[in-house]
């Protein structure tokens, strides 16, 4: 394992976090600790419960609700279709 002060990961960060992508060991000395970098796998099916907690349940429901409101407001035609050209008139660049 590379070890690293603190100092020395800040100034040459990307370049350690490449490194741990690529699978190295890298471990930066905090103290009497050592952290260790290390690639994390995150799948999309679990990021709403890993990051904020929502259970399976509450992300359909959420999902459910959301379709309804965007169904809603198509029919009441406040659903606008921009193009680039249009979104730049619409903010005056």
């Known amino acids: ?19 741990a992508a690529r699978g190295d060991d890298i471990g930066i000395v905090s103290g ?3 952290i260790a970098l290390r ?23 959420f999902e459910a609700r959301l379709d309804a409101d ?3 407001l198509k029919k009441q ?7 680039p050209e249009d979104l730049k008139k619409k903010l005056g660049l």
């Open 77 to 83: 035609g406040k659903l606008v279709v921009l193009t």
């Open 39 to 61: 690639k994390v796998e995150v799948e999309s099916t679990d990021y709403a419960w890993r990051e904020y907690g929502v259970t399976d349940a509450e992300l359909d429901r």
């Open 1 to 19: 394992m590379k070890t690293l002060t603190i100092t020395d990961a800040k100034k040459n960060l990307g370049r350690w976090l490449q490194a």
């Open 70 to 72: 965007y169904t809603r």
């Open 32 to 34: 009497a600790d050592v």
